[in-house]
């Protein structure tokens, strides 16, 4: 093994630097500059509501791929799925299986009838054969909260990025602060086109720094695989050697649960498991990306396209989660000299690659955030502008041309001041963790009304209502009970007992889903008019006959 002086290790886990680091602010800036030029250019075209929801359905399959794997793989995959590996070895592994093994749901399952059968929202699918106003009232809600949650979490990981960065210069708050606006003007002015060609650059460059830095890693350990996992079985925690390739650090049949005692970890290993893999094919801002292709057959390249790249970043959450817990150890990835999981891979590079490649990995992380950021604030901008405003509050009839792009845009500015206000309330948790209840909700409320619309002719308005209803609150109203949020020693928001013994709460809240959707369904009277478009939806949806390019109404 390369030896890397113990200096240098412990220099580049230092605390947050006291000053500005020039080299990050240069690429930062030349990010912004770049992804702000994309946006005056896109400003120009996103005139009509398909230009500005769908990027006027002319995205091309490779183009499709590389935005989804860029939308996708956000701060939770690069700096908290490296965390959690960095330090809790094997079981923070496993957030990487199961966002790997869900895109199989969206490709098997989700991307082809969706592309078909929609219009700009999930909603659209749904709308398709039931009563369109409850649904996409409904559909509309657990869209705009899904999305809340999954940005909470990349606002979380650029404040703490930029702190880590700028040392003294900008605080915390105004970090996620600019991280907020510069999303809002990407999907104000640019709408869909812009926040597409931004994910697909964010997606060129974590990629091409991710490779560098699994290279570095691997050049430490002299290309040896054999010394590389060896190492892994010997990290050092606090003076004690631990196996890192052993399960069972979070998910051990022996982990303590604050006033449930010991056994809940294979659950909750199980909970995470299902709302990973479901979750994926409910995340709103993954749906609407499939909106932007022509074709059915682009969209299923698209997702081929991104299975590639995403699988191949996620194998290599390896060598930057267990490279940080080898050469730097979980005791020295520290800001402001406390532990700080986020930023691991940072650090990482810092100590591989010096100052500069620190500036330029962290420049990729804060183009992921940016990235991620603009895609959720559309899909939540398009649900409530086009399902709730639209079609529930004006039957789907626009007052003037150009009010539903309007009302997306007023929407963007709401959504990002409601996500700034709480990822700065939150600041502390590990976004990987926050991601993870996202796609609890989005598993529980959204998968089931999907699944359901398109493969049960019986499946009603009641099913639908029900089932987004019971799986959003349910989900939600587990996550409040559990260890996550209450903790009587006062480590979560709340200082109290936890009435839930889970941290994610998809192993009972999916099934609470289906079951609702599928009791209220059978409990209410048929609905001859969805049966009779069941039929016309499933040839629509797995054929594309009458999936026009164009945007049907």
Do not use: C
Request: avoid cysteine.
């Amino acid at each position: 093994m390369s030896a890397l002086p113990v200096s240098i290790i412990a220099q580049a886990a230092a605390a947050a630097p006291e000053k500005m680091n020039v080299a990050a602010l240069v690429m930062f800036l030349a990010f912004v500059g770049a992804t702000l030029v994309i946006t005056y250019f896109s400003a120009r075209k996103s005139t009509g509501a398909a230009a500005y929801f769908a990027a006027g359905r002319n995205i091309t399959g490779w183009q499709n791929g590389l935005a989804v794997a860029g939308d996708y793989m956000s701060a939770a995959s690069f700096l908290g799925i490296a965390g959690m590996i960095a330090f809790k070895g094997y079981d923070g592994f496993m957030y990487s299986v199961g966002w790997l093994v869900a895109y199989l749901t969206v490709l098997l399952v989700v991307a082809e009838p969706l592309r078909n059968a929609g219009k700009y929202t999930m909603a659209d699918v749904l709308a398709y054969r039931l009563r369109p106003r409850p649904v996409r009232a409904m559909a509309s809600l657990s869209t705009i909260t899904v999305s809340t949650f999954y940005m909470i979490a990349q606002m979380v990981g650029a404040g703490a990025l930029v702190k880590l960065l700028l040392g003294q210069a900008v605080s915390y708050e105004w970090a996620v602060a600019g991280v907020g606006v510069l999303m809002i003007v990407y999907v104000v002015f640019g709408g869909m086109i812009a926040t597409t060609w931004v994910q697909i650059i964010k997606a060129v460059l974590l990629m091409s720094g991710s490779i560098f830095l699994s290279v570095l890693v691997l050049r430490h350990f002299d290309f040896s695989f054999a010394k590389f996992f060896d190492a892994i079985a010997h990290v050092s925690v606090k003076g004690e050697v631990k196996d890192f390739l052993q399960p069972g650090v979070i998910y051990g049949s022996g982990v303590e649960v604050a006033g449930w005692g010991k056994g809940w970890g294979p659950i909750d290993l199980v909970s995470l498991g299902l709302a990973l893999v479901f979750g994926t094919a409910g995340l709103p801002h993954i749906l609407v990306r499939f909106y932007t292709v022509p074709d059915a057959r682009t969209a299923r390249v698209s997702v081929v396209w991104a299975m590639a790249i995403i699988g191949l970043f996620y194998i290599m959450t390896t060598f930057l989660g267990f490279g940080a817990a080898t050469i730097l150890g979980p005791d020295n990835i520290l800001v402001d000299g406390k532990p700080t999981d986020n930023m691991s891979a940072p650090l990482l590079a810092k100590a591989l690659g010096g100052e500069v490649f620190f500036a330029f990995i962290s420049a990729v992380a804060f183009a992921t955030i940016l990235a991620v950021v603009a895609g959720l604030t559309i899909s939540a901008s398009t649900s409530f502008a086009h399902d709730f405003f639209t079609n529930v509050i004006h039957h789907g009839k626009e007052k003037s041309p150009g009010e539903e792009v309007r009302v997306a845009r007023i929407t963007a500015f709401v959504v990002g001041a409601v996500s700034i206000f709480l990822a700065i309330k939150l600041q502390t948790v590990n976004v990987a963790f926050l991601v993870g209840l996202a796609f609890a909700v989005a598993a529980s409320a959204n998968l089931p009304v999907i699944l359901l619309s398109v493969f049960w002719k019986r499946f009603n308005t009641a099913g639908a209502v029900a089932g987004l209803a019971v799986g959003l609150v349910s989900s939600i109203a587990l996550i409040i009970l559990s260890p996550s949020v209450m903790d009587p020693a006062g480590k979560a928001l709340i200082k109290a007992q936890a009435l839930f013994p889970l941290k994610n709460p998809g192993i009972v809240s999916i099934p609470l889903g289906f079951i609702a959707a599928w009791l209220a369904t059978l409990l209410t009277a048929r609905d001859p008019a969805a049966e009779e478009k069941f039929n016309e939806l499933s040839v629509r949806a797995q054929t594309g006959l009458g999936a026009e390019k164009a945007t049907p109404h």
